[in-house]
């Protein structure tokens, strides 16, 4: 058995525990994803991690906190309409006893994306008074939101800036004089803020079978099936304990 879960871990196949427990689901293009998320995280002054609001810390993504938690962060708890009120608000002052910036949100809604944006721009603004050009980059797992935050995103920005000002060629890098072509979504100005118009998408952590349940749970249409492996080979292999 332990030889399967070696040579299925070099195949960047799904591997599992002979004897239970966390369930390793990590294939080789999500670990080379993974790899060019914190490239892409280097140059961004401020990441918006967006989770999903019922269940803000299933659809977290594990490996990543600690890089996540040393940048500059704001926590979007999104699809607030789905979630129960008075539980998100508990989610919502538990994250402020952590000191970690928290708002829920609905990103279908754009008096809710405004609301994001304007504490995204405080909290820039209010941090880094000096550079001309600062960037915003949203990252999440699967489902929660991202492409609907960002297509609101992207509506809010065409309203208040014209087209021409989308492509920014932005200095990034620790040398000056290091440019790379970032293309974002422009939200402000003095400074210039923009939102990467890619989203990082997040691989989720799934230690538990609760937590991969709560994932395929809380997705429309094929969340059981993205998780189903997952959730059998728990079964099978005696990750209920
Ligand atoms: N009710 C509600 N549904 C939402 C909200 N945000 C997104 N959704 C829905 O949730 C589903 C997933 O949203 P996406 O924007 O595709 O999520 P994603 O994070 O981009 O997902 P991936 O592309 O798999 O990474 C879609 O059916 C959206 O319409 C929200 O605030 N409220």
Aim: hydrophobic letters at 40%; aromatic letters at 4%.
């Amino acid at each position: 058995m332990r030889g399967l879960t070696r040579a299925a871990k070099r195949a960047g196949e799904m591997a599992f525990n002979a004897g239970g427990g966390a369930v390793n689901w990590f294939p080789g293009h999500m670990a080379a994803a993974s790899r060019a998320i914190r490239d892409r995280l280097k140059l961004a002054d401020l990441v918006i991690e967006v989770r999903d609001a019922r269940i803000p810390l299933s659809s977290a993504n594990e490996d990543l906190q600690p890089v996540l938690s040393a940048k500059r962060r704001i926590l979007a708890l999104n699809k607030k309409d789905l979630a129960n009120p008075n539980i998100m608000n508990r989610w919502l002052n538990h994250f402020e006893s952590c000191k970690q910036d928290c708002i829920s949100i609905n990103a279908h809604s754009s008096s809710s994306v405004n609301q994001l944006l304007g504490f995204a721009e405080l909290k820039l603004k209010e941090a880094i008074s000096k550079e001309p050009t600062l960037l915003i980059m949203l990252v999440g797992v699967p489902n929660v939101g991202k492409s609907a935050l960002i297509n609101s995103i992207h509506r809010i920005a065409t309203s208040r800036f014209p087209a021409k000002d989308k492509n920014k060629r932005a200095t990034v890098g620790p040398l000056p004089g290091v440019t790379q072509d970032i293309a974002g979504y422009k939200i402000a100005t003095q400074p210039s803020i923009y939102v990467l118009d890619t989203p990082g998408v997040l691989v989720p952590s799934i230690p538990d079978m609760e937590t991969g349940l709560k994932l395929a749970l809380t997705e429309k249409k094929s969340g059981v099936k993205r998780y189903a492996a997952v959730i059998k080979k728990t079964i099978h292999y005696g990750g209920l304990g």
